[in-house]
């Protein structure tokens, strides 16, 4: 055998440098490699908004029901509309789309309330029901499901629960905004024929009231939640809504939140149900209500004034002069 | 008796000093965290002296818990590299308010307890820092992301003030924190959404567990 070869110091740290000189090579290769490997394209999808079909002579309807017996009062809100078969027909997926953004039951969509919608729903015998929501930023959808009483419900009556948190099915759908031109989304959202918002009636820091319209934020990923914020909020929210316009809004004002939210504010006991297939008259009402309740005054004068209501009738989301809507009262017992 | 010209001794000097400086940086026990600790996690000292870098608080959170534990890297210093630290940028620690509150799975995993049982109401594992340059709402106005997600009633407020943009004076609702209320959960940090992020959870103020043994 012959000896062990010697290399000289110069040779070795030629060798060295040599070495590092080809693992550079591949490194830098490689990274553009990758780099020109583009990632999939992902395709921009169409939804088609349906036109409102609780109206009379051109009018949007919005009913506002107040008793003690939420089930029933769901119920009326809903059949003074003209009743839920109007909206729904046997081949559709419902999504039902609740505000369970927190796990305190004041700042969520009341259990009862989601049962009694969901019951007024299964009348129509639709194809599917899925109940979905995506919680405030920094919030475990899953938790605040379970802590609510909502996950109870969903159980009850079998319905499909989604937390969108863990969803990887993201699609991107083209609005007719101003601001954002196509919107994130989930799949699951995506395929649902008629969507149902169930918000809670509250105040919020900076969207100034959250009802039916600030309500279909839950249904967006936590980024584009982020870019909503970073952009501006009001316009973003009236801009989703031109793409995902709830079909019908059944508001839960038993319990409002006035003063601040939309976390915690000062809860007044109201027994209410307010109902509309027309989500910018409904949240216009609704925030009048709020300011009502709070003792402000010119509440309808401070409700008209609230950008996201303003952006979105102008985008022809909704109906917000008073005169132009009509309201159907009813107190039961 | 080894002889050394002058050349080589200040060599092993230079030599010397070089490697004291490097260990000196490298080698830092602190007495003081300067990563935020999981729930229930002993005073510092001892949590190192304790805790065998096994994971299993790590493992125990990813599967039961939110997953924001993760292990130390070089870069938090050498001495706390395989110790758990939460990173609220992956999820917050719902130690408290969360589905964790009454069960710690990281706590029930660690096997040295480095980790002791505490009660909801004793948890606090840090403050969080507000940069307000990178606020959105310092900015210009807006968000209060970190106010409407905050758990703990009085950590955040909502304060008005007049600022001065583009020439402008404008009012803008910021947020205020009040760090003794806190309990650096860090739901804000991870709702933030300016990037780079204007919040920062820190160990400060946490409250440290005393083993009793």
């Known amino acids: 055998m012959n000896p062990p070869q010697r290399i000289s110091r110069r040779d070795f740290i030629k060798m060295l440098i040599g070495g590092a000189a080809v693992a550079i090579g591949i490194g830098m290769v490689w990274h553009v490699w990758e780099r020109l490997k583009r990632p999939a394209e992902i395709e921009i999808l169409e939804r088609k908004v349906k036109e409102n079909v609780f109206v009379e002579n051109g009018k949007p309807l919005v009913s506002i029901v107040r008793g003690k017996d939420v089930k029933k009062a769901v119920k009326v809100a809903v059949d003074l509309l003209g009743g839920i078969n109007k909206l729904i027909k046997s081949d559709d997926v419902v999504l039902l789309k609740p505000n369970v953004g927190f796990s305190n039951i004041d700042a969520v969509t009341t259990p009862e309330v989601l049962a009694a919608v969901i019951e007024v729903v299964k009348e129509a015998n639709p194809k599917k029901i899925v109940i979905a929501e995506s919680a405030v930023r920094g919030r475990d959808t899953t938790f605040n499901f379970n802590a609510t009483g909502i996950a109870k419900v969903a159980e009850k009556y079998e319905i499909e629960l989604i937390d969108l948190k863990k969803s990887k099915n993201v699609v991107k759908v083209k609005t007719r905004g101003k601001l954002l031109k196509e919107i994130s989304t989930y799949r699951e959202i995506y395929d649902a024929d008629v969507i149902i918002s169930i918000p809670k009636l509250k105040r919020h820091v900076e969207a100034v009231t959250t009802i039916s319209l600030k309500n279909m934020m839950g249904i967006l990923p936590d980024s584009e939640k982020g870019l909503f914020h970073d952009l501006n909020l009001h316009q973003c929210i009236a801009d989703l809504n031109t793409v995902f316009k709830p079909d019908l809004c059944i508001v839960d004002a038993t319990h409002v939140m006035t003063v601040s939210g939309p976390g915690r504010g000062k809860m007044v006991k109201t027994n209410t149900i307010l109902a509309s297939g027309d989500p910018v008259a409904v949240d216009l009402i609704g925030s009048k209500i709020i300011f009502e309740l709070e003792g402000l005054d010119k509440p309808l004068e401070r409700a008209y004034n609230i950008p996201y209501l303003k952006e979105a009738a102008g985008l022809g989301v909704g109906v917000m002069e008073v005169d132009k809507i009509k309201l159907i009262e009813k107190e039961l017992d | ?213």
């Not at chain 2, 005073?43 to 065998?52: A, D, G, R």
């Not at chain 2, 205020?176 to 209320?181: H, L």
Request: hydrophobic share 40%.
């Open chain 2, 1 to 213: 008796m080894i002889r050394l010209n002058r050349r080589e001794f200040i060599k092993i000097i230079v030599a010397s000093v070089v490697m004291g400086t490097l260990a000196k940086l490298f080698f830092r026990l602190p007495k003081e965290s300067k990563v935020v600790r999981p729930p229930g996690a002993i005073v510092e000292e001892e949590f190192l002296n304790k805790c065998i870098r096994c994971g299993k608080c790590v493992a125990a959170c990813s599967t039961d818990g939110s997953g924001t534990l993760e292990t130390c890297g070089y870069l938090d210093g050498l001495s706390l590299v395989g110790t758990p630290k939460v990173n609220p940028i992956k999820a917050p620690c719902e130690a408290l308010f969360g589905k964790c509150e009454g069960v710690l799975p990281c706590v029930k995993a660690c096997p040295t307890k480095a980790l002791v049982w505490v009660e909801p109401h004793q948890i606090k594992l840090g403050s969080v820092e507000w940069i307000k340059e990178r606020c959105i709402a310092f900015r210009k106005g807006g968000c209060l992301v970190c106010y409407e997600t905050c758990p703990v009633d009085g950590a955040i407020s909502v304060k008005e003030i007049i600022v001065e943009r583009h020439g402008k004076f404008i009012k803008v609702k910021v947020p205020e924190f009040n760090p003794d209320v806190c309990i650096g959960c860090g739901r804000c940090v991870n709702a933030c959404p300016a990037a780079p992020k204007a919040l920062v959870l820190t160990s400060k103020g946490a409250r440290r567990v005393i083993p009793r043994d």
